[in-house]
């Protein structure tokens, strides 16, 4: 399973990034979908998750601000930031959770992300 994540920079606070990632070797279409993301010095936190039919779910700390989407015909999932915060600089992971599971199985390299206030 390969799980490849882009689309990570550097943006001044207030603007907007658009993070992808490509799944592969899986069937996409049977696994929940989630963006992760580790600050330094903080625990990895869930950004936001999106189920097999399209359910959302959002950290309250992001909710109105990112919006998360999924193309089960491209395997791909997105994660579309804006109004950026310093706060939200951090590495930023994509991870597949099959349904019915209760933790993410597999996870992929991260993508930095830095917000500069």
């Known amino acids: 399973v390969q799980l490849q994540a882009c689309g990570g920079g550097l943006v001044q606070a207030g603007g907007s990034l658009r993070l992808s990632c490509a799944a592969s070797?899986?069937?996409?279409?049977?696994?929940?979908m989630g963006w992760y993301r580790q600050a330094p010095g903080k625990e990895r936190e869930l950004v936001a998750s999106?189920?097999?039919?399209?359910?959302?779910y959002y950290a309250s700390v992001v909710k109105g601000r990112f919006t998360i989407s999924r193309d089960n015909a491209k395997n791909t999932v997105d994660l579309q930031m804006n109004s950026l915060k310093a706060e939200d600089t951090a590495v930023y992971y994509c991870?597949?959770?099959?349904?019915?599971?209760?933790?993410?199985?597999?996870r992929g390299q991260g993508t930095q992300v830095t917000v500069s206030s």
């Open positions: 991870a597949a959770r099959a349904a019915g599971s209760t933790k993410y199985d597999y």
């Open positions: 999106i189920g097999l039919g399209g359910s959302t």
């Open positions: 070797g899986l069937t996409f279409g049977s696994y929940i």
